[in-house]
């Protein structure tokens, strides 16, 4: 579907209809074309997100892709804090 800037601003709620019904909506501005509307792909929300951000400069990849560390609890001396609390 290919629309004007001025017709786009007039119908913009059957735009959006158009897009949520699978439609690509192509905005032109004197016949030459400025902007598509499209809808988001249902894929995997937040590794699209986190590729947009990479490619925004907003994030860098990891240097490794191992996962974090085990957690080892570390053992306290003195009062536990049980008992410090309670006083």
């Not at 949520?20 to 030459?32: A, D, H, I, M, Y």
């Not at 997100?49 to 860098?60: N, P, S, V, Y």
Request: glycine share 10%.
């Amino acid at each position: 579907m290919q629309i004007g800037l001025r017709e786009a601003n007039q119908q913009f709620s059957r735009l959006v209809k158009a897009v949520r019904g699978g439609r690509e909506v192509l905005l032109t501005e004197r016949g030459r074309p400025l902007a598509v509307l499209r809808p988001i792909r249902n894929g995997d929300k937040a590794t699209a997100a986190i590729q947009r951000l990479e490619a925004a400069g907003f994030l860098r990849p990891a240097g490794k892709r191992a996962g974090l560390p085990t957690w080892k609890p570390r053992p306290v001396r003195g009062r536990p804090q049980s008992k410090t609390i309670r006083c």
